[in-house]
């Protein structure tokens, strides 16, 4: 091979990469929607709050809550205590509440 053969695959390598990377991106702005859908509808969500990884969330009505939705948009676990639920997002839990803040 010559270097310009060297140089095309590098290209189209690169453009893969990239691709994989935007495709595997997730779209917060409608995870969002859909985690306020599965807890109830904004009406239902009394205050929430970020602490490292998990998302708290007080609920007027915890049974309005899908858990089974909310763990498969990616929740690593699920904690009930009272009205109130703790989500185990991860990282991405700061990320989830400024667009959350954003919406209102």
């Known amino acids: 091979m010559n270097i310009i053969e060297y140089i095309v695959l590098f290209v189209i390598l ?3 990469a990239v691709a994989i990377v935007r495709s595997s991106k997730k779209d917060f702005n409608l995870e ?3 985690l306020i859908q599965y807890l109830g509808g ?3 969500v009394i205050k929430y ?3 490292k990884s998990r998302f708290i969330v007080t609920l007027k009505d915890v049974n309005k ?3 089974e939705a909310i763990q498969k948009l990616g929740a690593q676990g699920i904690l009930e205590v009272g009205n109130e ?3 185990i997002l991860g990282k991405d839990a700061h990320k989830l509440v400024k667009l959350i803040n ?3």
Do not use: Q, R, T
Request: aromatic share 4%; net charge positive.
């Open 49 to 51: 709050e970020v602490n």
């Open 32 to 34: 969002v929607n859909k």
């Open 65 to 67: 809550a899908d858990k």
């Open 42 to 44: 904004k009406d239902n």
């Open 14 to 16: 690169v453009i893969f």
């Open 102 to 104: 954003n919406l209102k």
């Open 85 to 87: 639920l703790k989500i």
